[in-house]
């Protein structure tokens, strides 16, 4: 299943235009899947660098984990309910955990498990949410996408791939949950249009840059 939700959001785009509003495109993709981005940790973790982005515990309880503990978090679908199940993420009730990048970015992939979203009607009172700078995406808003939002570790809408594109440039975003675990790993986000334009035009200049450097000057004759 895949279905989009176009948000706007007043983040400054400062790179290219120093202040404009952006259009964010969130976009659903059911699971299973087992992303690897956090394979490299051991559970119990929750201050660490990862490749180019450092993990901090803001409040709370969070931290890697791996399978499926009761009553506390569940693995997301496809990564193992046992032991050796892939590490994933885990940001208990009350809990934040903040990721900073090394460099500003504009997208941002979740594999988000057991999306809690209040949709099921039984007291399922969570509502997680990820803020990126100004901009703040909840299990609720994801149930109006097609997710089911009732915590189900095991069923394919309740766990699912969500990018995030079109937004301002940033370099933290936290994750946080009211009750229930919020559960997930990351995976690569998808450049901006603007984006690839900036890296072409600064390859453009290298390769100019290159050659001016690259032509000798031919000394005339005396």
């Known amino acids: 299943m895949r279905k989009i939700l176009l948000l706007t959001t007043g983040l400054a785009w400062l790179v290219l235009t120093g202040a404009a509003s952006a259009t964010v495109t969130v976009t659903l993709n059911e699971g299973p899947a087992d992303p690897q981005y956090f394979a ?19 409040s709370g309880a969070a931290g890697t984990a791996k399978g499926t503990t009761p009553n506390v978090s569940a693995a997301p679908l496809g990564m193992g309910t ?4 892939t590490t994933y993420m885990s940001v208990e009730g009350g809990g934040t955990e903040l990721a900073t990048w090394a460099t500003p970015q504009t997208s941002l992939s979740i594999y988000w498990g057991s999306i809690d979203g209040n949709a099921d009607g039984n007291n399922n009172l969570n509502s997680l949410a990820i803020t990126v700078d100004g901009y703040t995406l909840t299990g609720a808003d994801l149930v109006s996408l097609g997710a089911l939002g009732a915590g189900n570790q095991s069923l394919p809408a309740d766990n699912q791939w969500v990018d995030i594109t079109g937004l301002g440039a940033f370099t933290q975003v936290s994750f946080s949950s009211t009750q229930n675990a919020f559960e997930f790993s990351l995976g690569s986000g998808v450049p901006e249009p603007s984006t690839w334009a900036m890296m072409a035009l600064g390859f453009a200049g290298l390769g100019f840059m290159g ?8 000394p005339h004759a005396a």
């Open 40 to 58: 490299p940790e051991t559970a119990g973790q929750n201050n660490f660098t990862l490749g180019d982005i450092t993990w901090t515990l803001v």
């Open 82 to 85: 046992g032991p050796n199940g």
């Open 211 to 218: 050659w001016r450097g690259s032509r000798k000057t031919v």
